[in-house]
């Protein structure tokens, strides 16, 4: 893949006798990014200006402020999503256009399960039963063979033989095709709910807000499996090999790392939690085929802004891109809030590519 | 039997063959340093013996053990750690994470010691541990890979280059470095472009041009040898 | 043969002749023109005589396949050329095609305006609204190359996606401007009245009888015919511009870009040309898919027909490279085609048997390219023709 040149080089090459001993951290660092305070002050002004732009088009404060809480539960749902996406992005380099299918998989299957599994009743306040997570637990694992038989069957030979990123994602926007193909064939195009007909009425918060326990519980399920990640990440042998991985897989392999089985694990966990998220989605929202490819837009923003192989930055980017979403439905028609979001991620393309969490 | 006996080895890229029939060796706690022009097929020989690239024909045997064909992240099991030129630490890894790296093979094991010594070989590191790899300078980040190559307590250290681009005096302290892990009982092979003080240090040493073996001696011999001193120390 | 057949079959010689000339591009002129006529005499008339039964069919098919090699070259001119992965033909696709069906419609009045907005209607001629599709292609993709194109090749290829998913998703809402979510229809077809019993005011009197045996339902003929000089006229001037230095010029941007900086080509906005040239030439794409559809909406131009399939056919027939772009529409829309009628066939057979399976039948197509696209990249990821280094036009070609 050819790195284009969108960051300049600076003066001295580290390890170069000239380089000083530590590198100062500047307003724009040596590549000519802005600073992730700088970012995240614009992201911010955007909302802000959302927001008034919302109020002058009529809509309440209240209004907005439930807007924008159900903005920081889509991002909930999103982050799910993202954080599986930016773990197998950073490790495996290259945007894999068929992501949005683990989601779709993962909730079809899920639906599979729930259908066959005696209707048990709504845990506390939540409109699912213990067949849901017996059905999302079945999901997770189905859909990480999935992914790991794709990737013994096409990205590996594609590695072996040095292909060009560039041939991975091509490869990756076929399986895109061919699982959404799949999905149609088993389960048809029609939209399913998980429990069509049971009442999910919304509770009453302080502030004068009503969320659904649901989309309470997805959102902390979100921040659970992106601390859940990040303690992965920084403080086990495996999460760091993984970062080890995603840094410099030939190093990788010459420390004795063995990078296809860290491979293995990053797409089982990559897909296990999309596939929790198409479930946590199809809760909170219904099951459509397309769900993968409508969120794919959505997944990559966030990602992309995040910076890539950043839990925690999937995380906020699904926040920013959640509340942006849903903020712009009070001025502009809903339907344009994929396309909110990704001019959102080309505003941060812009100003900071490696994102606002990335390391270097 | 030496530690590590290369024996006739052909090895190339594609088509091209860089490396003709080399046979060099190592003995155990030795210090061997391999010079030559650019070219001479310096690096293709240390990728070959550890593994990242196959030989055509010629075997390399370490440690009684074959490792002609041996893919490397065997070859670190068995005690041999490679330190490549370039892009030879995680920079996105903090000091202490790039040398629990370097310890991969040896599983969930508590690696405390296997630091201890290594701050001990390179006490700067101890006060930067936490520091992102990237973001140090050159001689630290060259000590950061060596660490991470001691972790193991390998048996053979294999150095690319190791005061490339570095100023005088932190060449000096590489070069001493060096010289103290070998004093610890583990043998060194590197590559060189810093030919006398490579050789003024080494107990033996090569010189290497267009894939082959033009010198061969004691790092002393070669450095007082007309000839050598002629083409490849510059006078 | 009867005089439909045969005046079919001389609609039918111009685009095989032109196809001989694709065909046989290896020879001289002198060889070259004779062989074609000879070639595509006896493919014409060939298909007239003994295989009368599909020549609909082969019209209709070959018109979709050229339309497909035109967005082919299009991209090939952006990805062959210059390395971009632009996953949003779609949407400069459908900028050409509504920019020509706004200009060549007229504005709905009187009551239709009720039904159908549009945000003008010229009712300008044809070609006139065929070169309108390629500047509004041109500068769209000249705007949104600016802030995106010097992205790394993922981010670029998200972006094109995200964009050609916004454009979408323009004309679907914005009732204003094309009647998005219903389809603009009523674009004329041009030269329609040739069919139409031969009644065209500029037509000679002599001929007219003649053509007066065609019916209006003939007119794919007439258009196979407009397209395929479409598609010559594209292939020539990409060609010309391949071996020209400005196509070196891309092509060393694209091989080693530092050392064509270092040598003083202007990398920035040679990027950006190319990337306009191919958006130019998918909008004229466009231009010429809306008349034969006559009825457009947001549904065509959704990712897959509109951007993988090119893309499938693009890297099967072998990117870099003008005929493989050609070859590769064919090949696929053959395919696409192909399991339409296994799939239709298959949606039959199992209509008593598993009714609900059988109405999903369609989306084993989708299955299908998906899979072939990944077994293309994996197994002859440089396609069917591969790109031939072609250096100058003056030097002689190197012995394979």
Same mark, same amino acid.
């Given at each position: 893949?050819?790195?284009?040149?969108?960051?300049?080089?600076?003066?001295?090459?580290?390890?170069?006798?000239?380089?000083?001993?530590?590198?100062?951290?500047?307003?724009?660092?040596?590549?000519?990014?802005?600073?992730?305070?700088?970012?995240?002050?614009?992201?911010?002004?955007?909302?802000?200006?959302?927001?008034?732009?919302?109020?002058?088009?009529?809509?309440?404060?209240?209004?907005?402020?439930?807007?924008?809480?159900?903005?920081?539960?889509?991002?909930?749902?999103?982050?799910?999503?993202?954080?599986?996406?930016?773990?197998?992005?950073?490790?495996?380099?290259?945007?894999?256009?068929?992501?949005?299918?683990?989601?779709?998989?993962?909730?079809?299957?899920?639906?599979?399960?729930?259908?066959?599994?005696?209707?048990?009743?709504?845990?506390?306040?939540?409109?699912?039963?213990?067949?849901?997570?017996?059905?999302?637990?079945?999901?997770?694992?189905?859909?990480?063979?999935?992914?790991?038989?794709?990737?013994?069957?096409?990205?590996?030979?594609?590695?072996?033989?040095?292909?060009?990123?560039?041939?991975?994602?091509?490869?990756?926007?076929?399986?895109?095709?061919?699982?959404?193909?799949?999905?149609?064939?088993?389960?048809?195009?029609?939209?399913?709910?998980?429990?069509?007909?049971?009442?999910?009425?919304?509770?009453?918060?302080?502030?004068?807000?009503?969320?659904?326990?649901?989309?309470?519980?997805?959102?902390?399920?979100?921040?659970?499996?992106?601390?859940?990640?990040?303690?992965?990440?920084?403080?086990?042998?495996?999460?760091?090999?993984?970062?080890?991985?995603?840094?410099?897989?030939?190093?990788?392999?010459?420390?004795?790392?063995?990078?296809?089985?860290?491979?293995?694990?990053?797409?089982?966990?990559?897909?296990?939690?999309?596939?929790?998220?198409?479930?946590?989605?199809?809760?909170?929202?219904?099951?459509?085929?397309?769900?993968?490819?409508?969120?794919?837009?959505?997944?990559?923003?966030?990602?992309?802004?995040?910076?890539?192989?950043?839990?925690?930055?999937?995380?906020?980017?699904?926040?920013?891109?959640?509340?942006?979403?849903?903020?712009?439905?009070?001025?502009?028609?809903?339907?344009?809030?994929?396309?909110?979001?990704?001019?959102?991620?080309?505003?941060?393309?812009?100003?900071?590519?490696?994102?606002?969490?990335?390391?270097? | 039997?030496?530690?590590?006996?290369?024996?006739?080895?052909?090895?190339?890229?594609?088509?091209?063959?860089?490396?003709?029939?080399?046979?060099?060796?190592?003995?155990?706690?030795?210090?061997?340093?391999?010079?030559?022009?650019?070219?001479?097929?310096?690096?293709?020989?240390?990728?070959?013996?550890?593994?990242?690239?196959?030989?055509?024909?010629?075997?390399?045997?370490?440690?009684?053990?074959?490792?002609?064909?041996?893919?490397?992240?065997?070859?670190?099991?068995?005690?041999?750690?490679?330190?490549?030129?370039?892009?030879?630490?995680?920079?996105?890894?903090?000091?202490?994470?790039?040398?629990? @790296? *370097?310890?991969?093979? +040896?599983?969930?094991?508590? #690696?405390?010691?296997?630091? =201890?010594?290594?701050?001990?070989?390179? $006490? !700067?590191?101890?006060?930067?541990?936490?520091?992102?790899?990237?973001?140090?300078?050159?001689?630290?980040?060259?000590?950061?890979? @060596? *660490?991470?190559?001691? +972790?193991?307590?390998?048996? #053979?250290?294999?150095?690319? =280059?190791?005061?490339?681009?570095?100023? $005088? !005096?932190?060449?000096?302290?590489?070069?001493?470095?060096?010289?103290?892990?070998?004093?610890?009982?583990?043998?060194?092979?590197?590559?060189?472009?810093?030919?006398?003080?490579?050789?003024?240090?080494?107990?033996?040493?090569?010189?290497?041009?267009?894939?082959?073996?033009?010198?061969?001696?004691?790092?002393?011999?070669?450095?007082?040898?007309?000839?050598?001193?002629?083409?490849?120390?510059?006078? | 043969?009867?005089?439909?057949?045969?005046?079919?079959?001389?609609?039918?010689?111009?685009?095989?002749?032109?196809?001989?000339?694709?065909?046989?591009?290896?020879?001289?002129?002198?060889?070259?023109?004779?062989?074609?006529?000879?070639?595509?005499?006896?493919?014409?008339?060939?298909?007239?005589?003994?295989?009368?039964?599909?020549?609909?069919?082969?019209?209709?098919?070959?018109?979709?396949?050229?339309?497909?090699?035109?967005?082919?070259?299009?991209?090939?001119?952006?990805?062959?050329?210059?390395?971009?992965?632009?996953?949003?033909?779609?949407?400069?696709?459908?900028?050409?095609?509504?920019?020509?069906?706004?200009?060549?419609?007229?504005?709905?009045?009187?009551?239709?305006?009720?039904?159908?907005?549009?945000?003008?209607?010229?009712?300008?001629?044809?070609?006139?609204?065929?070169?309108?599709?390629?500047?509004?292609?041109?500068?769209?993709?000249?705007?949104?190359?600016?802030?995106?194109?010097?992205?790394?090749?993922?981010?670029?290829?998200?972006?094109?996606?995200?964009?050609?998913?916004?454009?979408?998703?323009?004309?679907?809402?914005?009732?204003?401007?094309?009647?998005?979510?219903?389809?603009?229809?009523?674009?004329?077809?041009?030269?329609?009245?040739?069919?139409?019993?031969?009644?065209?005011?500029?037509?000679?009197?002599?001929?007219?009888?003649?053509?007066?045996?065609?019916?209006?339902?003939?007119?794919?003929?007439?258009?196979?015919?407009?397209?395929?000089?479409?598609?010559?006229?594209?292939?020539?001037?990409?060609?010309?511009?391949?071996?020209?230095?400005?196509?070196?010029?891309?092509?060393?941007?694209?091989?080693?870009?530092?050392?064509?900086?270092?040598?003083?080509?202007?990398?920035?906005?040679?990027?950006?040309?190319?990337?306009?040239?191919?958006?130019?030439?998918?909008?004229?794409?466009?231009?010429?898919?809306?008349?034969?559809?006559?009825?457009?909406?947001?549904?065509?131009?959704?990712?897959?027909?509109?951007?993988?399939?090119?893309?499938?056919?693009?890297?099967?027939?072998?990117?870099?490279?003008?005929?493989?772009?050609?070859?590769?529409?064919?090949?696929?829309?053959?395919?696409?085609?192909?399991?339409?009628?296994?799939?239709?066939?298959?949606?039959?057979?199992?209509?008593?048997?598993?009714?609900?399976?059988?109405?999903?039948?369609?989306?084993?197509?989708?299955?299908?390219?998906?899979?072939?696209?990944?077994?293309?990249?994996?197994?002859?990821?440089?396609?069917?023709?591969?790109?031939?280094?072609?250096?100058?036009?003056?030097?002689?070609?190197?012995?394979?």
């Amino acid at each position: 893949m050819v790195d284009s040149a969108n960051t300049a080089t600076s003066g001295a090459l580290p390890g170069s006798p000239d380089s000083p001993d530590t590198m100062t951290v500047d307003a724009r660092d040596s590549g000519g990014a802005r600073s992730s305070r700088f970012v995240g002050g614009v992201l911010l002004l955007v909302l802000i200006g959302m927001w008034v732009a919302g109020w002058l088009s009529g809509t309440s404060a209240q209004d907005m402020l439930s807007l924008t809480a159900w903005g920081v539960m889509l991002g909930g749902i999103i982050a799910l999503g993202g954080i599986g996406l930016t773990l197998c992005y950073g490790v495996l380099k290259f945007p894999n256009f068929a992501h949005g299918e683990f989601l779709t998989l993962g909730a079809y299957v899920t639906y599979g399960v729930v259908l066959v599994l005696p209707q048990s009743n709504p845990i506390w306040r939540f409109s699912f039963g213990w067949e849901l997570i017996v059905g999302l637990v079945l999901a997770a694992a189905v859909t990480a063979v999935v992914a790991i038989v794709i990737d013994r069957l096409l990205y590996r030979p594609l590695r072996r033989h040095q292909s060009p990123l560039v041939l991975l994602a091509m490869a990756s926007l076929g399986m895109e095709f061919l699982l959404r193909g799949i999905v149609y064939l088993i389960w048809g195009s029609d939209f399913h709910f998980y429990y069509s007909g049971r009442s999910n009425p919304a509770l009453s918060l302080p502030f004068g807000l009503r969320l659904q326990a649901d989309q309470l519980f997805v959102f902390a399920l979100a921040v659970v499996l992106v601390a859940l990640l990040y303690w992965m990440l920084t403080r086990t042998r495996i999460g760091k090999a993984m970062r080890a991985t995603a840094d410099n897989p030939d190093l990788a392999q010459v420390r004795g790392i063995n990078t296809e089985q860290v491979i293995a694990w990053t797409w089982t966990i990559g897909a296990g939690l999309a596939a929790t998220g198409g479930v946590m989605y199809g809760l909170a929202s219904q099951m459509r085929p397309d769900m993968g490819f409508v969120l794919l837009l959505p997944l990559f923003a966030a990602v992309i802004m995040g910076g890539i192989g950043s839990a925690w930055g999937a995380l906020v980017g699904s926040v920013i891109i959640g509340i942006a979403m849903q903020l712009t439905s009070a001025f502009l028609n809903p339907a344009y809030g994929p396309a909110v979001a990704f001019v959102l991620m080309v505003l941060v393309l812009l100003m900071r590519p490696q994102g606002l969490f990335a390391q270097r | 039997m030496p530690l590590l006996q290369v024996d006739a080895v052909t090895a190339g890229y594609g088509d091209t063959e860089i490396l003709r029939a080399l046979s060099i060796r190592v003995e155990a706690d030795e210090v061997v340093s391999i010079i030559g022009p650019n070219g001479a097929g310096k690096s293709t020989l240390m990728k070959t013996i550890f593994g990242l690239l196959h030989p055509r024909h010629g075997s390399i045997v370490f440690d009684g053990h074959d490792i002609t064909h041996e893919a490397p992240h065997r070859i670190v099991r068995l005690g041999m750690c490679y330190v490549p030129q370039v892009a030879n630490v995680f920079t996105s890894l903090t000091v202490e994470e790039n040398l629990e @790296m *370097g310890a991969f093979p +040896m599983g969930a094991v508590d #690696l405390t010691a296997s630091k =201890e010594r290594v701050y001990d070989m390179f $006490p !700067k590191l101890r006060q930067r541990r936490r520091q992102l790899a990237g973001k140090m300078s050159g001689g630290e980040r060259q000590m950061v890979a @060596m *660490g991470s190559a001691l +972790m193991m307590n390998p048996r #053979l250290l294999l150095l690319d =280059e190791p005061t490339a681009a570095l100023s $005088p !005096k932190l060449v000096d302290e590489i070069f001493e470095r060096i010289s103290r892990i070998n004093d610890s009982g583990i043998g060194v092979l590197m590559v060189e472009q810093n030919a006398r003080q490579s050789l003024g240090m080494a107990h033996r040493g090569y010189v290497l041009a267009n894939g082959e073996n033009r010198h061969e001696g004691t790092g002393r011999d070669l450095l007082d040898d007309p000839n050598v001193g002629r083409l490849y120390l510059g006078g | 043969m009867d005089s439909l057949h045969l005046l079919k079959a001389c609609f039918l010689l111009i685009p095989a002749v032109l196809m001989g000339c694709l065909l046989f591009s290896r020879w001289r002129w002198h060889v070259r023109l004779p062989a074609a006529i000879v070639l595509g005499c006896v493919l014409a008339f060939g298909v007239a005589g003994w295989l009368p039964g599909i020549m609909d069919y082969l019209v209709s098919f070959s018109i979709m396949a050229i339309i497909y090699a035109i967005l082919s070259l299009g991209l090939n001119a952006q990805w062959g050329y210059n390395g971009h992965l632009d996953f949003g033909v779609a949407g400069f696709f459908a900028v050409g095609a509504f920019t020509m069906a706004l200009f060549v419609t007229s504005a709905p009045a009187g009551v239709m305006a009720a039904y159908a907005q549009q945000w003008f209607g010229l009712n300008a001629p044809y070609l006139i609204g065929v070169i309108a599709a390629g500047i509004m292609a041109g500068v769209v993709a000249y705007l949104i190359a600016q802030p995106i194109l010097h992205l790394r090749a993922d981010f670029l290829a998200i972006a094109t996606l995200g964009i050609a998913e916004i454009i979408r998703l323009i004309f679907q809402n914005e009732r204003w401007l094309a009647n998005g979510p219903q389809p603009m229809s009523g674009i004329p077809q041009p030269l329609s009245c040739v069919v139409d019993g031969g009644n065209c005011a500029w037509l000679p009197d002599a001929i007219k009888p003649v053509l007066s045996v065609m019916q209006p339902r003939d007119y794919s003929y007439l258009y196979l015919v407009i397209v395929t000089l479409g598609l010559a006229l594209v292939y020539i001037v990409l060609e010309a511009m391949v071996r020209s230095p400005w196509g070196r010029a891309l092509r060393a941007v694209r091989d080693e870009e530092d050392s064509a900086a270092m040598n003083g080509k202007h990398v920035k906005s040679l990027r950006v040309q190319s990337f306009v040239l191919g958006a130019i030439i998918i909008g004229v794409a466009g231009a010429l898919y809306a008349p034969y559809m006559v009825t457009i909406d947001y549904s065509h131009f959704k990712p897959l027909f509109a951007t993988f399939l090119v893309w499938v056919m693009l890297m099967l027939g072998g990117s870099g490279n003008n005929k493989g772009a050609i070859l590769g529409a064919f090949v696929i829309w053959a395919v696409w085609s192909g399991t339409g009628f296994v799939t239709d066939y298959l949606q039959v057979a199992l209509q008593g048997i598993a009714p609900d399976v059988a109405s999903r039948m369609s989306f084993l197509r989708w299955a299908f390219v998906g899979l072939l696209l990944a077994l293309i990249v994996l197994y002859r990821p440089q396609g069917i023709l591969p790109e031939k280094k072609r250096v100058s036009r003056f030097l002689q070609e190197p012995e394979n």
